[in-house]
């Protein structure tokens, strides 16, 4: 018996295991809220504003997350 694997599969496999999988992925973000990750990203947004507008939109924290890992 063998077994195959392809590298699609392991990498599918790997990124699905960490959470990083694209059933996972944030949805994309309309114009408003693209223009409130730019601004806290550039610091014109303060934490606490910022929590507020991550609790009504959680997909915001994690562009803002992913945003930073890239950089």
């Known amino acids: 018996m063998s077994i195959?694997?392809?590298v699609s599969e392991l990498t599918r496999n790997l990124f699905h295991s960490l959470g990083l999988d694209h059933e996972r992925?944030?949805?994309s973000l309309n114009p408003e809220e693209n223009l409130l990750l730019e601004c806290y990203?550039?610091?014109q947004i303060p934490e606490s504003a910022w929590s507020d507008y991550v609790f009504e939109t959680p997909d915001l924290a994690r562009h803002a997350q992913a945003r930073r890992l890239s950089q």
Do not use: Y
Request: glycine share 12%; net charge positive; proline share 11%.
């Open 41 to 43: 990203l550039a610091g």
């Open 25 to 27: 992925a944030p949805r």
């Open 4 to 6: 195959h694997f392809t």
